[in-house]
């Protein structure tokens, strides 16, 4: 059978994983996805047995460690099957929605976190006014933060369903895991930092009795932005988490993530990792990965000697691992290669299940051999049905130096589905957000959706990206021109390497520091026929008032230098170079890019060009992403390519 070209439908309706789990002794795998729900695959017979209870987004399964029952979660709700017979009821009685629910060592207890506790707090009338006295009073998603809105931990006892609140206060508690022996949890809370400190977190132990203590202190622990889950070593005595590098350079950006060990006691932490040639921190900020949701970046073997966990190398998402006591700190590649890898499950019998994905195959999982570090077999595929029945192009990738001689850039040019022999076709440059988010070997699907429309799909990580190593991840670069001049040399070098790319047809788009990015070429460059710009940042001083992530004037002599300094950084400033059709996608419930900067742009553009073709698409209901609902997505997605259509 000939496979169709996809369209955005397709990229709205693929079928997604939601969490998977490996039980070695019993040689199954429970997987689950958004639209098929959760499955529990026999992998010596291939035998799949369908599992629901019937609600909606059901995924995150959990072996017990007898491997006899599956907890799960459906509609928010957990969930229990017994495997064998297949059973599934209501595990207690739980109010709130559970986040991320883990097993005791010995079955007895389930813990997991919450934004609510056992009863709901009611929800803030519309006319009730908010009361605004401290910074971080609001977030990209939630809207504004309630006392009663924090995220803490709490503990079921899985015989009876009672529910005990372990955390309480007005901070969070989370990224939590239990001790080997069951006694103890450890999690990471801001309760100590000052509240401006919001993406600070300490490491604490609390036991099942509620004594507490903290055992990190001088160190900022990873919460934000791709979080990692502090893991016990098997003997109990320590614990490994990612810590933001104190030997960092702070004036380059987000530091990179290195991992200590802290011990149980509370004395002092020892530093395992270091960077090496291969490996320059312990975490992954994939732009793209699309896999491994519901599953671990780091893992323990099971012999205490390793810590295993995913980081982002040239593009690649490998998996690593790293003497767990700290006598050579250089990480020892396991798997890696022309793909991204963003999540693990527990070591089990040498086996270990990752999520895999490439640049023209979805997510799929893996079992890894970690006695020999190689593939024992493919488990599981996502979106199946729509890897027999669509095309899907293999994206090709390049590096080149940057003209000022400081760094390399590594780019990927993805090819139409339909590109005929000695036909020259259009293309849309796609630039990242972040800044240090890195494009990976993963597949976008949008971006299939552009190619299968006739486009060349381009898309590169620029300096500010991560993966590359601390110096090309400088933030600094991603903001004074360098990353501008990356991304056009960038698409120049494409167009000479691929002829069939029409190099006098080109378009650009990019999200959030995408979008930023987007509004600055299109200030300053006339390399590109049109812009659709999407939810950006537009203006500094809108955002350091208005976004979540509120700036500072305290570097400055007074504030009205704070002032000038900001708007000589916005693009709205000099919004009257901007003189090819731009289109303004944003959402109005985005705290992150904060809307008014949509609406200055776009009257801004429109003032100083009347004749200019300027659009503005605002979506409800969205924050600082493309829209959830399906609906509104589609309505997204077809703006922007009848704009590309109309004027590239």
Request: with cysteine; net charge negative; proline share 6%.
């Amino acid at each position: 059978m000939s496979k169709r070209m996809p369209v955005f439908q397709d990229a709205i309706g693929m079928d997604r994983f939601t969490g998977a789990e490996y039980c070695a002794h019993r040689n199954l795998l429970a997987f689950a996805s958004r639209q098929e729900g959760l499955t529990l695959r026999n992998l010596a017979t291939g035998e799949d047995k369908k599992i629901t209870a019937g609600g909606r987004n059901e995924g995150t399964p959990r072996f017990s460690p007898d491997g006899q029952k599956l907890l799960f979660l459906s509609g928010g709700k957990l969930h229990c099957c017994q495997v064998d017979s297949g059973e599934i009821a209501p595990l207690g009685a739980f109010q709130g929605p559970v986040i991320d629910p883990i097993w005791s060592p010995k079955g007895t207890h389930v813990l997991f976190a919450s934004t609510q506790g056992s009863t709901p707090p009611p929800k803030r009338r519309k006319d009730e006014p908010v009361v605004i006295e401290d910074f971080n009073y609001k977030f990209d998603g939630a809207g504004y933060i309630r006392p009663d809105g924090h995220t803490h931990l709490f503990v079921m006892d899985a015989a009876t369903g009672e529910v005990t609140q372990m955390t309480h206060g007005v901070r969070d508690e989370m990224h939590h895991n239990w001790s080997p022996d069951g006694e103890w949890i450890v999690y990471a809370g801001n309760e100590n930092r000052p509240k401006e400190q919001s993406i600070g977190y300490d490491l604490y132990l609390i036991s099942l009795q509620g004594e507490k203590k903290q055992i990190s202190r001088d160190l900022m622990i990873v919460s934000y932005p791709n979080p990692i889950r502090p893991v016990f070593t098997p003997d109990g005595k320590w614990v490994v988490m990612g810590v933001l590098n104190p030997q960092a350079d702070g004036s380059k950006g987000y530091p990179d993530i290195v991992f200590f060990r802290f011990p149980v006691d509370g004395s002092d932490p020892e530093l395992i990792f270091e960077a090496s040639e291969t490996c320059y921190q312990c975490v992954q900020f994939p732009y793209n990965a699309g896999c491994g949701w519901g599953m671990d970046k780091v893992q323990a073997s099971p012999d205490g000697k390793w810590i295993y966990f995913v980081s982002g190398w040239n593009g690649q998402g490998n998996v690593y691992k790293v003497a767990a006591d700290g006598s050579d700190r250089s990480a020892k590649t396991v798997y890696a290669g022309r793909h991204v890898c963003h999540g693990l499950g527990r070591i089990q019998n040498g086996r270990m299940l990752i999520a895999k994905s490439e640049t023209n195959m979805p997510e799929a999982y893996y079992l890894l051999d970690t006695e020999t570090d190689s593939i024992i077999c493919k488990a599981a595929q996502s979106a199946q049905k729509l890897v027999d029945e669509v095309m899907l192009s293999e994206a090709e990738d390049f590096t080149f130096r940057t003209l000022d001689g400081e760094s390399s850039v590594h780019g990927w040019v993805l090819p139409p589905q339909n590109l005929k022999e000695d036909e020259k076709c259009p293309a849309i440059l796609y630039i990242h957000g972040g800044p240090h988010p890195f494009y990976t070997y993963g597949m976008t699907m949008e971006h299939q959706c552009m190619a299968a429309a006739g486009y060349a799909v381009l898309f590169c990580n620029p300096r500010g990206s991560s993966s590359y190593g601390a110096e090309h991840q400088n933030l600094k670069r991603a903001y004074d021109g360098s990353a501008y001049m990356d991304v056009l040399q960038f698409v120049d070098e494409a167009v000479r390497r691929f002829p069939w790319i029409d190099g006098d047809r080109i378009g650009v788009t990019g999200g959030s520091y995408g979008g930023y990015m987007t509004n600055y070429i299109a200030t300053h460059s006339q390399r590109f026929r049109c812009y659709v710009t999407q939810r950006s940042v537009v203006n500094e001083l809108i955002s350091y008032a208005s976004a979540d992530m509120q700036g500072s004037s305290r570097k400055f002599k007074n504030f009205e230098e704070f002032m000038v300094d900001k708007l000589k950084n916005s693009t709205v400033s000099y919004a009257e170079r901007i003189n090819r059709p731009l289109l303004i996608l944003h959402g109005e419930d985005d705290y992150r890019t904060p809307v008014e900067g949509a609406h200055q742009l776009f009257v801004a553009v429109k003032d100083t060009h009347p004749d200019l073709p300027v659009k503005l698409v605002i979506f409800p209901k969205t924050a600082h992403d493309q829209p959830s609902d399906p609906r509104l997505l589609t309505i997204y997605y077809r703006e922007m390519m009848d704009w590309f259509r109309k004027y590239i």
